[in-house]
Nanobody
Framework: QVQLVESGGGLVQSGGSLRLSCVAS????????MGWFRQAPGKQRELVAI???????NYANSIKGRFTISRDNAKNTVYLQMNNLKPEDTAVYYC?????????????WGQGTQVAVSS
């Protein structure tokens, strides 16, 4: 069984920074891509950023220039550095990964970590 565990959320003032981490564990043969999504109250879950195993990245327009996604393949870990946070960034942030295990290829989600930005 494969699982993702996020950490690093919290409460920060507008203009502040947070760094989220997500570690994948279990019977992992390969991780094709890792990424972050977020869901604000009353809104649909949306893509924040993704990164492939070769390092290619894609960002939502709303966070370009403020957030940076990176990954450490040796540690099966993806990071999201969030700078210049705004109140509209408040949401539950979910880690997602497409993972090949012994039994197949799966899209796996973490349990989510809350990010709250005060004005």
């Amino acid at each position: 069984q494969v699982q993702l565990v996020e950490s690093g959320g919290g409460l920060v003032q507008s203009g502040g920074s947070l760094r989220l981490s997500c570690v994948a564990s279990g019977n992992i043969l390969n991780i094709f891509r890792m990424g972050w999504f977020r869901q604000a109250p009353g809104k649909q879950r949306e893509l924040v950023a993704i990164i492939t195993n070769s390092g290619s990245t894609n960002y939502a327009n709303s966070i370009k220039g403020r957030f940076t996604i990176s990954r450490d393949n040796a540690k099966n870990t993806v990071y999201l550095q969030m700078n210049n946070l705004k109140p509209e960034d408040t949401a539950v942030y979910y880690c997602n990964a497409r993972i090949q295990s012994l039994t197949g290829i799966y899209d796996v989600w973490g349990q989510g970590t809350q990010v709250a930005v005060s004005s």
